[in-house]
């Protein structure tokens, strides 16, 4: 017996001795934060395992969000009521004409609960691109090897910020979940991400068919860093989330410490509260406006809410934007929706003048025109309030 727990402590050494060696050590953060929790992969509650993150602070002018004349009278009907509750919803929030008409918080949540954006992060990481087009620093057609040189070269060279935006680019990186020894794994939990992205390029000529990849964002991340100083967090806390009143701080992962230059991950890991969400769904129904201020140029907002085909004819996807995503509701009801990984939901529904904010522990994987069923689920529960 006592032979066999020697060989066992000796093999397990060797393991993580060879895991560091190879670069592959992440994966015991992996394994703790998600299958020894009984997840496959990543969770919205996973703040408390990130080592290093980067504060937003709320805004020196907060700004709460009005009760609407619904508030406190409006309920989800039956429907909505048993999707909420078997859906494994977080939380739940509704707005109408810039003021609240409906909350709800399930699974211990409640107003203050930071959770984990996902893919959210992605169409919030487009808002920092549209902040640097605002400001001139960076145009959609402009080439990335103008601003990362390893991309001036050969089909490389013809590689637009825009197509990079529209998930275009024909780069392979990846995007399986599932796979700890993949490239979406490596960039969600192992530290040195800008290294990670160096050895991939265009395959082929760029402005290929829609391919969703995670990649991209970090490419986008990784080209604002080279046309200004600061970072991510800097770009969204000063352009957006200080003048948008945000209530409460957000917190964004980094890749390691920020004492050695690490950066945000970009395409996940922006933690913030349900109500704070709402506030870049309720920027995307305004174009880019807040109470009048325009804090995004809006002809890039209204290009970012374009789906693809309507921009070019190399493909005819209609369920996608500037790292959003598209769609309509069977009535014909124009929506975006910046959309994550267990179901994190903020959409804007402008003929409605809605935004709903969905977050939680899972979601359905049946899909209704390219999107996901709850995504239509979260609209008819936030109509049959009005």
Same mark, same amino acid.
């Given at each position: 017996?006592?032979?066999?727990?020697?060989?066992?402590?000796?093999?397990?050494?060797?393991?993580?001795?060879?895991?560091?060696?190879?670069?592959?050590?992440?994966?015991?953060?992996?394994?703790?934060?998600?299958?020894?929790?009984?997840?496959?992969?990543?969770?919205?509650?996973?703040?408390?395992?990130?080592?290093?993150?980067?504060?937003?602070?709320?805004?020196?002018?907060?700004?709460?969000?009005?009760?609407?004349?619904?508030?406190?009278?409006?309920?989800?009907?039956?429907?909505?009521?048993?999707?909420?509750?078997?859906?494994?919803?977080?939380?739940?929030?509704?707005?109408?004409?810039?003021?609240?008409?409906?909350?709800?918080?399930?699974?211990?949540?409640?107003?203050?609960?930071?959770?984990?954006?996902?893919?959210?992060?992605?169409?919030?990481?487009?808002?920092?691109?549209?902040?640097?087009?605002?400001?001139?620093?960076?145009?959609?057609?402009?080439?990335?090897?103008?601003?990362?040189?390893?991309?001036?070269?050969?089909?490389?060279?013809?590689?637009?910020?825009?197509?990079?935006?529209?998930?275009?680019?024909?780069?392979?990186?990846?995007?399986?979940?599932?796979?700890?020894?993949?490239?979406?794994?490596?960039?969600?939990?192992?530290?040195?991400?800008?290294?990670?992205?160096?050895?991939?390029?265009?395959? @082929?000529?760029?402005?290929?068919?829609? !391919?969703?990849?995670? %990649?991209?964002?970090? #490419?986008?991340?990784?080209? =604002? &860093? /080279? +046309?200004?100083?600061?970072?991510?967090?800097?770009?969204?806390?000063?352009?957006?989330?200080?003048?948008?009143?945000?209530?409460?701080?957000?917190?964004?992962?980094?890749?390691?410490?920020?004492?050695?230059?690490?950066?945000?991950?970009?395409?996940?890991?922006?933690?913030?509260?349900?109500?704070?969400?709402?506030?870049?769904?309720?920027?995307?129904?305004?174009?880019?406006?807040?109470?009048?201020?325009?804090?995004?140029?809006?002809?890039?907002?209204?290009?970012?809410?374009?789906?693809?085909?309507?921009?070019?004819?190399?493909?005819?996807?209609?369920?996608?934007?500037?790292?959003?995503?598209?769609?309509?509701?069977?009535? @014909?009801?124009?929506?975006?929706?910046? !959309?994550?990984?267990? %179901?994190?939901?903020? #959409?804007?529904?402008?003929? =409605? &003048? /809605? +935004?709903?904010?969905?977050?939680?522990?899972?979601?359905?994987?049946?899909?209704?025109?390219?999107?996901?069923?709850?995504?239509?689920?979260?609209?008819?529960?936030?109509?049959?309030?009005?």
């Amino acid at each position: 017996m006592k032979k066999a727990a020697v060989t066992l402590v000796v093999l397990g050494t060797v393991v993580y001795l060879v895991s560091i060696w190879t670069n592959l050590d992440y994966v015991w953060g992996g394994i703790r934060e998600c299958w020894l929790r009984g997840w496959e992969n990543a969770q919205i509650d996973d703040m408390v395992y990130r080592d290093h993150l980067r504060e937003l602070p709320a805004s020196t002018d907060p700004q709460p969000w009005p009760e609407g004349p619904l508030w406190g009278k409006a309920n989800l009907d039956a429907e909505g009521q048993a999707w909420l509750e078997n859906s494994e919803t977080a939380s739940f929030l509704v707005l109408r004409n810039d003021s609240l008409v409906f909350e709800r918080y399930l699974m211990g949540h409640d107003v203050e609960t930071r959770t984990n954006s996902f893919s959210v992060a992605k169409s919030i990481t487009a808002m920092a691109v549209g902040h640097a087009v605002t400001k001139g620093l960076v145009a959609v057609e402009d080439h990335l090897g103008s601003f990362l040189p390893r991309f001036g070269e050969g089909d490389n060279a013809d590689l637009t910020v825009g197509e990079v935006l529209q998930m275009r680019s024909n780069i392979s990186f990846g995007e399986d979940y599932k796979d700890p020894l993949g490239f979406q794994a490596k960039a969600y939990y192992r530290e040195d991400n800008r290294p990670l992205l160096q050895p991939y390029r265009v395959e @082929g000529k760029p402005g290929a068919p829609f !391919e969703y990849q995670g %990649g991209n964002t970090m #490419l986008l991340s990784e080209m =604002l &860093d /080279a +046309v200004r100083p600061g970072n991510l967090s800097n770009d969204i806390h000063q352009g957006l989330w200080e003048p948008m009143g945000a209530e409460y701080a957000a917190y964004w992962g980094l890749d390691g410490d920020p004492k050695e230059g690490a950066v945000e991950r970009s395409f996940a890991q922006f933690y913030a509260t349900t109500r704070d969400y709402a506030r870049f769904g309720q920027l995307l129904l305004d174009t880019g406006s807040w109470k009048g201020t325009q804090l995004l140029d809006k002809a890039y907002v209204t290009d970012m809410l374009t789906p693809l085909a309507e921009t070019t004819d190399a493909v005819d996807t209609q369920f996608y934007g500037y790292q959003i995503w598209l769609g309509s509701t069977d009535d @014909g009801l124009a929506f975006s929706c910046m !959309e994550g990984l267990r %179901g994190q939901f903020i #959409l804007s529904i402008p003929a =409605l &003048d /809605a +935004v709903v904010v969905r977050s939680g522990y899972n979601k359905r994987k049946a899909k209704k025109r390219d999107l996901p069923v709850d995504i239509y689920a979260a609209i008819e529960a936030a109509r049959g309030l009005f």
